[in-house]
């Protein structure tokens, strides 16, 4: 996997190299991941031209954490993450009372020891019974989904995981300039390392010519990243 700004990989790479709050753990050779609020997630693949990166949790789900209710709604910093808007989302009901309306009885997950006075439901966000459900449940987890053909069960579609797409200055203008992108701490500004200083959005180029050949490289095909310190 390609690791470059806005992403560094915190206690191995400068932090100009990237952009504040977007460091990548790698604790004991585990696989690269983000820590949010609600816990850790296993970044599967990052994917530069649309600014977006496919998750999973790294503690796997299974049917014992769905019934005992130990899922928790994702907390993604806001100011530098969003789901996008037309990403799928499962909605996991809690304590639902179906003996009041059998109409919910398909969505039941049968978790053990559970009755239908307190039953747990899964249900996609495009469900017309969605807002229905939430009449008789008494809580609600939301997890999103980017996958969710194919065949197997609602744990291993939720451990495929789901997209988020970020919020950060686009690197694309500087690495087309012959730049490498990174962050000023004194400024707290985004800054262009150039061959001779930083600049703030792209190398001076010897003519505009020159400029605008890069930029053409530039839109076509990404240029390699390069640590900004080598």
């Not at 039953?119 to 019974?129: I, K, Q, V």
Request: charge should be positive; proline fraction near 5%; charged fraction near 20%.
């Amino acid at each position: 996997m390609n690791i470059k700004f806005p992403f560094f990989i915190q206690g191995r790479d400068d932090p100009r190299c990237g952009y504040p709050g977007f460091e990548i753990h790698c604790r004991n050779n585990s696989l690269p991941s983000f820590s949010f609020g609600d816990g850790d997630y296993i970044i599967n693949d990052i994917y530069y031209h649309n600014q977006s990166c496919h998750l999973s949790r790294a503690v796997s789900f299974d049917k014992y954490a769905i019934c005992s209710h130990s899922i928790r709604n994702i907390s993604l910093p806001s100011d530098r993450f969003l789901l996008p808007s037309l990403q799928n989302k499962t909605f996991l009901f809690f304590n639902c009372n179906l003996s009041s309306s059998r109409e919910l009885s398909r969505y039941n997950i049968h978790c053990a020891a559970k009755n239908e006075s307190n039953a747990t439901l899964a249900l996609f966000s495009n469900d017309p019974m969605l807002n229905f459900a939430s009449e008789y449940c008494d809580t609600r987890v939301v997890v999103p989904v980017a996958f969710t053909s194919g065949e197997g069960s609602l744990e291993g579609m939720l451990n495929r995981g789901f997209m988020v797409e970020w919020i950060a200055t686009d690197c694309s203008i500087c690495e087309a300039s012959g730049g490498k992108c990174g962050f000023d701490y004194s400024t707290r500004h985004f800054k262009c390392f150039c061959r001779d200083r930083p600049h703030g959005w792209h190398c001076t180029p010897k003519n505009k010519n020159e400029l605008r050949f890069k930029l053409g490289l530039g839109l076509g095909k990404p240029t390699p990243y390069l640590s900004i310190f080598s």
